[in-house]
């Protein structure tokens, strides 16, 4: 028995449903492994948790894509009022990727673009990506030929729960077994911790109230630049600096299964994906 098993599915098709908030507000946390099971305990039985073919936890990876002075991350790191971020986001107990490109104008306006992509090429920008990605550019002011100088910078893994607040008040997702590696094999893992992010509509959602209740609060954190400031001390790190000296510090690192930016196809045996010989290995919590 385990703390998720307590809760009902819902498929992923209900979840976009029910959870389609006009208005949204985003919320992430650090959490300490040991405290998710209070927080799951804590939540209202009525929450429904995602399932897809038996499975409640998923294996991620995203390959993010900078400039060679960073400008991607050097704007989140201003921050800017006109930034972007770019990735590729795949799904590896199904073989499936995507391409996000994410824009912020200057009038503060999110725009998120999202299209499938070929697995083979998840680590690299096809010439096709480029030009999509120059006239995203072109409207936050980023010259387009910018784009032609993008290669993978980092890539993220981990291991992913999400969960449905009753009526579609709200939802959350539980990211574990996380794991940072640049395209050397350099990188980092954080066995003993998750990154909870909420999102709800105008009122904290009921997995919000449960994280303040058990003393814990949002923070500003991106897996992207939050990893890449931890693994290069010289990058500018003030926005993460509370991180980088708690959580992200050397003292909590392990060394990452994963060793490098991938060149094969992205696995489709859930097998496969890292969710062994971790503290924290997926959101499938050890019973209350």
């Known amino acids: 028995m385990t703390a998720l098993d307590r809760f009902d599915a819902v498929t992923l098709e209900e979840l976009v449903a029910e ?18 099971d209070a927080v799951i305990a804590a939540l209202d039985p009525a929450t429904r948790v995602l399932e897809i073919d038996g ?11 900078d400039t060679p002075d960073l400008l991607s991350f050097r704007m989140a790191a201003q ?36 299209g499938e ?15 999509d990605v120059a006239d995203a550019f072109t409207t936050i002011g980023v010259a387009a030929e910018r784009a032609d100088e993008l290669g993978a910078t980092l890539m993220t893994r981990y291991r992913r729960a999400t ?15 996380l794991e940072w590696i640049e395209p050397d094999g350099r990188g980092f893992a954080l066995p003993q911790v998750a990154i909870v992010e909420t999102k709800s509509g105008a009122r904290p959602s009921g997995v919000d109230r449960a994280l303040w209740r058990a ?31 708690g959580p992200f510090d050397d003292a909590h690192r392990a060394v ?15 097998a496969s994906t890292n969710e062994e010989d971790s503290s924290c290995p997926a959101p499938t919590f050890a019973a209350a």
């Not at 795949?90 to 994410?102: H, M, R, V």
């Not at 992509?117 to 030009?131: E, F, M, V």
Request: hydrophobic share 30%.
């Open 117 to 131: 992509y070929d697995p083979r090429h998840r680590d690299r920008l096809t010439d096709d990506a480029r030009d």
């Open 19 to 36: 959870a389609s908030l006009l208005t949204r507000v985003d919320r992430k946390y650090v959490v300490p492994c040991a405290g998710l």
């Open 163 to 177: 969960l449905l607040a009753p009526d579609g008040s709200g939802r959350a997702t539980v990211d574990t077994a």
């Open 215 to 245: 003393g814990h609060r949002p923070a500003t954190v991106s897996k992207y630049a939050t990893g890449l400031a931890a693994l290069h001390p010289e990058l500018p790190r003030n926005r993460w600096s509370r991180l980088l000296r």
């Open 55 to 65: 499975g409640r936890a998923f294996a991620y990876e995203s390959v993010y894509f």
């Open 79 to 114: 921050p800017r009022r006109r930034r972007f971020k770019l990735r590729t986001r795949s799904y590896l107990d199904t073989g499936a990727s995507y391409l996000e490109i994410k824009t912020r104008g200057a009038r503060g306006t999110t725009v998120k673009d999202r």
């Open 256 to 270: 990452p299964q994963t060793r490098s930016v991938p060149t094969n196809p992205v696995p489709t045996n859930p």
